[in-house]
């Protein structure tokens, strides 16, 4: 059901959702709930603030248009950079996170950042081995096509592509290193 600013119906009645579904409303007594002594009003928590001191340095990190400000408290291990940063800071900034378009630029940007480090790997002193890292060599001796059939798997319908997701971004990669070196190295009237 899509999201409306009107109710779908009736709240149901908390005897009828008890009789429908095992275990509702066991927590409803507070005897029964481990946390209730912490619930109750003027209880000391030890905490000095209403809402926690926002944390230094959020000018500029990416904040949902449905909240009003950041959290308190935010990561700045990995901030946003390059292309893909530039396509997470759209997603954050025009859509809501209740719409599609905004994780669709969002699994973009991750796209584009996995590229970009596929291509800065291809140029590094190791690049990476996209088979042994994809535990392909892993599967050898524990049945790798047989455990693939009858027994109900759901990644069964895309299994034909997942050799072309790991390993077509490579040839890419090296199609154009050719080229580029091709260009590069041999005179125009040998090619």
Known sequence: MPYTADKPGQTPDPDELRRRIPG???DLDPADRPAFPREQPGIETG?????????????GRERSIEHRRLTPVF????????L????RRIAYARYSEGQTPHWMLLILGDRVE????????LFSRHP???FSQSGVFGERGRRPIASRFGRRRVDV???WMDPLLVVGPWVVAAV??????????VPASRR
């Open 24 to 26: 509702w409303g066991a």
């Open 47 to 59: 905490a000095h603030w209403e809402i926690p001191e926002q944390q230094p340095g959020g000018a």
């Open 75 to 82: 990561g700045t291990a990995q901030p946003l950079h390059g």
């Open 84 to 87: 893909s940063g530039v396509i």
């Open 114 to 121: 996995s590229a970009g480090a596929h291509v800065r790997s």
């Open 128 to 130: 990476d081995d996209p």
């Open 157 to 159: 319908k895309h299994t």
């Open 176 to 185: 154009v290193v050719f080229r580029i070196a091709r260009a590069a190295f």
